[in-house]
């Protein structure tokens, strides 16, 4: 065999032991939260009060998107399906009940996020939140997965009680 040809032949199983590398790595990764990857948009989001009442969070036909990227980092947003449009068209010099309306109907943060496959639990580090007393805290959720459906419950709400979601994956 040439020499080039031996080169040629060497640079092909160096692709080829890459490929089967990068491929058992997302395999490892599919078992092991990669589920979560993806966009889901929200179904449900119920408060949960202590006494055992249930009521939506967001109102009956909640809007919400949640974004889990491959390298950990994630964004959600969760809001009512009505929020009052300001008067004055600018956000800035809302009037104190179209800040409050808004404040109440809307839920949005950001950060990271890993996964532990053995509690099932998905851990937000959040770096940014409509709610500012979750800055720079963990948030950790039990979650189930059920084909494209997500499940999840928040234990301390910010809007009191707790919380259950449920997502389907965005297509």
Wanted: charged share 20%.
């Amino acid at each position: 065999m040439s020499q080039r040809a031996l080169k040629l032949s060497a640079g092909a199983v160096a692709i080829t032991l890459a490929l089967a590398l990068f491929a058992s790595e997302v395999a490892g990764q599919q078992k092991h939260g990669n589920e979560l990857v993806g966009a889901w948009v929200i179904v449900t989001s119920d408060t949960v009060r202590p006494d055992g009442n249930r009521s939506p969070t967001f109102d009956r036909s909640p809007k919400g998107i949640l974004i889990l990227d491959p390298s950990g980092h994630y964004a959600l947003e969760l809001m009512r399906a009505e929020l009052p449009k300001f008067a004055s068209n600018n956000r800035i010099e809302g009037t104190p009940e179209e800040n409050k309306a808004v404040v109440q109907g809307v839920l949005a943060h950001y950060g990271r996020y890993t996964v532990d496959d053995t509690d099932h639990s998905l851990t937000f580090h959040i770096e940014g939140s409509s709610f500012p007393n979750w800055n720079g805290t963990e948030q950790k959720r039990p979650f189930t997965v059920s084909g494209d459906e997500l499940k999840w419950k928040t234990a301390a709400a910010s809007g009191g009680g707790s919380a259950e979601l449920v997502w389907k994956r965005a297509k």
